[in-house]
């Protein structure tokens, strides 16, 4: 008997036509965390979940997802001093050279706020010897960002020597 499969996926692999880089899996499943806090919410038979309620939450997910895509993940790594403080990103995807910085909306953290942490962030991160890319991930269940695309477009970094992303989600 033939497979009707592609003779790639026959094999167990995938074309290299599907592959995606590293920055757009992370951009993809930033896109797509808030479908997944909404399935996780519902639960066959009413069983209890893991429920999306503040950024320790958002980072044990978005951890969990990382995994299915990373092999070496390392969370809370230490960043060079900036501004007198010394911080730890969020994640780092260690072959990759990838900071996935992840922030959620609340009262008291709104547009400005995550944009002045936002700039500061670039700056640390930019003098960290294994991040060549920055990916901010601001998770905004409630909609408290007005212009989710303005503050996309204000701190977005194209191309060399030092690319970022910020994706606002759901939008």
């Known amino acids: 008997m033939t497979s009707s499969l592609p003779e790639d996926l026959a094999a167990g692999h995938l074309s290299e ?3 995606k880089t590293p920055l757009l899996l992370i951009e993809q499943i930033c896109s797509r965390f808030h479908s997944v806090v909404r399935q996780l919410r ?3 038979a009413g ?4 429920d999306v309620q503040d950024e320790y939450d958002v980072q044990d997910l978005m951890h969990a997802l990382l995994c299915l895509h990373f092999d070496d993940i390392r969370p809370e790594e230490y960043t060079p001093s900036y501004a007198g403080k010394a911080s ?3 994640f780092l995807p260690k072959q990759e050279r990838i900071v996935l910085e992840v922030k959620m909306t609340r009262l008291g953290l709104g547009a400005a706020e995550l944009s002045t942490q936002s700039i500061e962030d670039i700056e640390r991160y930019k003098a960290h010897q294994d991040c060549h890319a920055l990916v901010c991930f601001v998770y905004d269940p409630a909609g408290l960002i007005p212009n989710p695309r303005g503050i996309e477009t204000d701190l977005r970094r194209d191309g060399d020597p030092f690319p970022v992303l910020v994706l606002v989600r759901p939008s």
Do not use: K, P, V
């Open 17 to 19: 036509a599907t592959e």
């Open 47 to 50: 069983r209890t979940t893991l």
């Open 42 to 44: 519902s639960r066959h």
């Open 88 to 90: 730890r990103m969020d």
